[in-house]
């Protein structure tokens, strides 16, 4: 997990929050890449830093639907977990859909995994269909109605084992056809259709900060119309919509979703802090690791953004 590592050649400042508590109110976490295995002492690390969520990513589909790998998987993550404070969201793999027989008996293992790991929050990517029409718009309709279906379900299962879903606003990578997810407030209504009290929204600020500029409307609108189906915010930056010639040193052309530190971007924190300083979800930093600075560095950075009047 060398991304997470801090490496200091003088000890930091701590951050500054009044009376030695944690930064936001102990809402500031931050994401461990996919493919990466944390150790104690770097989770201690990050504690120091003032983070108290991390986000943890799942095993793939096929190890979630069997029961004795997901056991040794979570036992392992919980070993680590042990001597540390920090809370965990666990993130759904990507292609996770439900709605059907194989992925319906992931979803069941991912739940399980998170019981194990005492995860309060599991992300998942819902609506990741096109935007239709004619009979393929029947289809796309009857895959949906199948993934609500399995969501209801599972919200009443995840309600009784203290677990709360969040149903993350998708964007495309690079410029391409849209999907139902990439509207945040699609996912809003989703939300409320499934009406359980376990299942809310993770808003992606990043990905709103691209889909709001396809649209055509202000991110700080439609934050301002889901804020009160939130349960997790997903903060990360990137550059919007280009649609001109060049690409900064750096950044990948044309790539739209590129998960850089808040404040690297064009993102619109002070437009949007007083939504994100008055609610009380998590604030989840995920930045992606070519872009990732020192944690210490990132979490004064995104406090000072975040908090910013």
Known sequence: MSEVTVHRTRTPEPIDTGAGERPLG????????????????????????????????????????????????????????APTSLRVVLHAPDDLSVGTREHDRAFAGLLDYAVMIGA??????????????????????????????????????????????????LAPTYPGPPELAHAPIFVRDLVRRIGSPAVGMAFDLGHGHVTTQLSGVALVDVLAATVDDVILFHVHDNLGVRRGPGTPPGIVPLRLDLHLPPGRGM???????????????????????????????????????????
Not at 52 to 79: E, K, N, T, Y
Request: aromatic letters at 4%; a neutral charge.
């Open 120 to 169: 309060t929050l599991v992300v998942y990517h819902a609506a990741c269909f096109p935007v239709a029409e004619g009979p393929a718009a029947d289809r796309v309709e009857d895959r949906l109605l199948a993934e609500e279906a399995s969501l209801r379900r599972f919200g009443a299962r995840a309600e009784q084992a203290g677990v709360r879903i969040a149903i993350e606003n």
């Open 26 to 81: 102990g809402r500031l976490g931050l994401d461990v890449p996919r493919e990466t295995w944390p150790t104690a002492p770097e989770l201690k690390r990050l504690e120091a830093c003032g983070y108290a969520w991390i986000q943890m990513h799942a095993p793939p589909v096929a190890m979630l639907g069997d029961p004795v790998s997901v056991q040794r998987h979570a036992d392992c993550l919980r070993a680590v977990l």
């Open 267 to 309: 993102v619109p924190w002070r437009a949007i802090a007083p939504h994100l300083r008055t609610h009380d979800a998590p604030l989840l930093l995920e930045v992606a690791p070519a872009h990732r600075p020192d944690p210490l560095r990132l979490a004064t950075v995104g406090v000072e953004l975040l908090t910013r009047s």
